[in-house]
């Protein structure tokens, strides 16, 4: 009979500054050159971790990498870049994805019915299959180095379907309703399951894998779209770019040691209603 060993109860707990406290540790970010993805990074560097910022936009800096999250062998450049410079990783962030501005006005090409399949191609391979080759390498490196955290960022809009109504435009036909594509939903939800199905796979390892969904973010949209989606938030406006910050910093750090598996939702309240 196998008898799993329990934690030895201190009487001593970890100051709080030192349960969000990375220094010395090394993450890895993709899509970090966003306007998530710039937060994101930003907050970890605040808290002592070094981040390289994998993305093919990426400025030259030192720890800015061009990388194809596609491409598998380009992600395993990657890992092998990552620990030429650094000697480590413990964290991994699956942030980049395709997510064209719906509230600015596109065209009928997004709706269910026109989309092309060269589009769904694309979300996907960015955003889920980038996310599978990014785990797949570094999470298995992390497996076999001792453990550490993978976090993906997923969507309210992969617990619950879009609002289409958000996105309507007047004086333009009901076939020809710019929508918010199905990609994203799927990408997202996707990404949700892929993120309990890691925490499983890896736990033996000690690789703990949580999600984070934000909800609407604002960043200049049109007011009558900011106005009708902050109707729908019990706290009656979206969020600030920065309010996912201190999650993102929460689910890296030491303070959600015995979080695993869970899908982290900051969107005001929104999922609620």
């Known amino acids: 009979m196998t008898t799993t060993a329990q934690p030895t109860t201190t009487t001593s707990p970890r100051p709080l500054a030192?349960?969000?406290?990375?220094?010395?540790?090394?993450?890895?970010?993709?899509?970090g050159s966003g306007l998530l993805g710039q937060q994101h990074a930003s907050v970890l560097r605040e808290a002592g971790a070094r981040v390289?910022?994998?993305?093919?936009?990426?400025?030259?800096?030192?720890?800015?990498?061009?990388?194809?999250?596609?491409?598998?062998?380009?992600?395993?450049?990657?890992?092998?870049?990552?620990?030429?410079?650094?000697?480590?990783?413990?964290?991994?962030?699956?942030?980049?994805?395709?997510?064209?501005?719906?509230?600015?006005?596109?065209?009928?090409?997004?709706?269910?019915?026109?989309?092309?399949v060269a589009a769904w191609d694309a979300d996907?391979?960015?955003?889920?299959?980038?996310?599978?080759?990014?785990?797949?390498?570094?999470?298995?490196?992390?497996?076999?180095?001792?453990?550490?955290?993978?976090?993906?960022?997923?969507?309210?809009?992969?617990?619950?379907?879009?609002?289409?109504?958000?996105?309507?435009?007047p004086g333009v036909p009901d076939d020809e309703q710019p929508v918010k594509t199905v990609t994203y939903s799927v990408v997202k939800a996707g990404l949700i399951g892929m993120t309990r199905y890691l925490a499983t796979y890896w736990a033996d390892a000690g690789v703990r894998v949580n999600a984070i969904s934000p909800g609407g973010v604002f960043n200049d949209q049109p007011a009558e779209f900011v106005a009708k989606l902050s109707d729908q938030v019990p706290l009656g406006r979206m969020a600030r770019p920065d309010e996912m910050r201190g999650a993102l910093a929460f689910l890296c750090s030491d303070a959600s040691s015995y979080l695993n598996g869970h899908n982290l939702i900051v969107d005001g309240g929104r999922t609620v209603w």
């Open 124 to 169: 996907l391979a960015v955003g889920l299959t980038g996310a599978f080759l990014v785990s797949q390498v570094f999470g298995t490196h992390l497996a076999r180095s001792g453990g550490g955290v993978i976090v993906n960022v997923c969507s309210e809009l992969g617990v619950i379907a879009p609002d289409q109504r958000l996105y309507r435009l």
């Open 52 to 116: 390289f910022n994998l993305d093919l936009a990426a400025p030259a800096g030192e720890d800015d990498l061009p990388v194809d999250i596609t491409d598998a062998a380009s992600v395993q450049g990657a890992l092998q870049t990552v620990l030429a410079r650094a000697g480590r990783c413990d964290i991994v962030i699956n942030n980049a994805a395709n997510n064209p501005r719906v509230e600015d006005g596109m065209k009928g090409w997004s709706r269910f019915e026109n989309l092309d």
């Open 18 to 31: 030192d349960l969000f406290d990375l220094t010395g540790r090394v993450a890895v970010l993709t899509g």
